[in-house]
């Protein structure tokens, strides 16, 4: 089965969810007034997501802002002190049981920056074990999978090498498949380029538009913000533990409501000005702020 077979159909609209509302695509992922602290200081301060079935949707936002720990609370792995988190209909915020946990786990996947494969594992190997020993699936056809998978992220030339034979560009396309082996319901992919070259950054991104056209569930923190642009359907601006602007990618990056998304953005494009530069410019700049290029 390959992953367009999985995850076939996802990216239609299902029919009305809510009476009079546009028919909208059916939820996935869910976040409601989420609140999360460390000791005393609060991370995450009511937190809204919501992540439609065959949706790719992209969280931006400055450096602690809290994009990495919404993931986390999807996983489960933090557990928010308030609110409720669903995904596929599950109460994540109330799983108490590991088993549970586990279970959840395995319905989302999740890439982060530092790939972290097994090292003495070959390239199939990476990909074969976890559905084996986690998912009972035979291993014949964990085999056949894994290099679907492997095709899928233009790897199955190198399925006999270690991950320390690979580019991080390579390596990091073979923990995407990795974490599709477990057929997920669902991806997180939290800042997959940040570690990488800048010319292995494009062939990553290509594999994850790849996987967005195919209709799988995603939910990208990225700094990437042409790509995000270019393939959510939905992006989100976090600051400071707040949703402080979401929309479609055309009005959020084309017209900004929020002057800190604006300022945001404007650092995005010009890495290195200040904001109180950024925000003197504005002041002096002929040009509308909504029409300004980020
Ligand atoms: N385990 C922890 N204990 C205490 N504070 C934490 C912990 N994890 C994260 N934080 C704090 O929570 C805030 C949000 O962190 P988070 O990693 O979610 O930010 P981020 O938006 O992903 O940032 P970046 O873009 O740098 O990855 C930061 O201030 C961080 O220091
Ligand atoms: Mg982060």
Do not use: W
Request: charged share 20%; net charge positive.
């Amino acid at each position: 089965m390959s992953v367009i077979e999985i995850h076939a159909g996802q990216r239609q609209s299902q029919p009305g969810s809510q009476p009079g509302s546009q028919p909208g695509p059916r939820p996935l992922v869910s976040l409601r007034d989420v609140h999360l602290a460390f000791g005393a200081t609060e991370v995450l301060k009511g937190i809204d997501v919501e992540v439609g079935q065959g949706q790719a949707v992209s969280i931006i936002g400055p450096s602690g802002s809290g994009k990495s720990t919404i993931l986390r609370c999807i996983t489960g792995l933090l557990r928010p002190q308030r609110g409720a988190i669903h995904v596929d209909g599950v109460a994540v915020h109330a799983l108490a049981a590991e088993a549970q946990l586990i279970a959840l786990r395995k319905q989302v996947g999740f890439v982060f920056q530092q790939y972290n494969l097994f090292p003495h594992l070959s390239v199939l190997e990476n990909l074969v074990i976890a559905p084996v020993r986690v998912g009972g699936v035979p291993r014949a056809r964990a085999i056949a999978h894994a290099r679907e998978l492997l095709a899928k992220v233009r790897m199955e030339h190198k399925e006999r090498a270690y991950p320390g034979e690979l580019s991080g560009g390579q390596q990091q396309r073979v923990a995407i498949a990795r974490a599709l082996a477990m057929r997920p319901k669902l991806i997180l992919f939290d800042e997959v380029t940040s570690a990488l070259d800048p010319e292995m950054v494009g062939e990553v991104l290509t594999v994850i538009r790849d996987l967005v056209e195919d209709g799988l569930t995603c939910l990208l923190v990225t700094h990437e913000m042409r790509f995000a642009e270019d393939v959510s359907d939905t992006v989100y601006f976090t600051e400071a533990g707040r949703i402080v602007e979401a929309g479609p990618p055309a009005r959020l990056f084309g017209a900004p409501a929020n002057p800190r998304t604006r300022a945001f953005l404007q650092r995005a494009a010009h890495p290195g000005r200040d904001e109180h530069a950024s925000a003197r410019q504005q002041r002096f700049s002929p040009v509308p702020l909504t029409a300004l290029a980020y």
